[in-house]
């Protein structure tokens, strides 16, 4: 019985992760632990900064193919842990943005260094590989 129960828990969550990009997305970094290495934007906001402050500030740092983002809506926030990152875990959003889907991870550092934010293309971690409709194709593949 208990067998069972782990093998419907596990066939659950694989499945959960694979509607989900947010869940997709930390599978996919928790895979690899020199994820986190590399340079990023410091956001120079307060502690106390909202997510929407925040993520703007980011998307005006960021460039990607097409230029930078300059619309956007967060469609899903929460707090996530990876495997190999940070002990106390992370804030995420996916947003729509006028570049397409994006999934913006995101947790405050100390005053000197600020946020740190990584951007992805949230179209590579949807289950069939394209962000919700709407969505255009662009840039940061993972």
Request: charged residues 25%.
């Amino acid at each position: 019985m208990k067998t069972i129960l782990a093998a419907l828990l596990l066939v659950t969550s694989s499945v959960f992760a694979a509607e989900d990009p947010i869940a997709r997305l930390s599978e996919e970094l928790s895979k690899n632990p020199l994820w986190i290495n590399g340079e990023f934007p410091s956001i120079m906001l307060p502690a106390t900064a909202k997510p929407e402050e925040v993520i703007k500030e980011c998307f005006k740092m960021t460039g990607f193919a097409r230029g930078h983002v300059t619309d956007f809506e967060i469609k899903e926030q929460k707090k996530i842990k990876i495997k190999g990152g940070h002990p106390e875990g992370y804030s995420v959003a996916r947003c729509e943005s006028d570049l397409g889907g994006k999934i913006v991870l995101f947790r405050y550092e100390s005053p000197k260094v600020g946020w740190w934010t990584r951007v992805y293309d949230a179209r590579y971690y949807y289950k069939n590989g394209n962000a919700e409709p709407g969505a255009a194709a662009n840039s940061h593949p993972r």
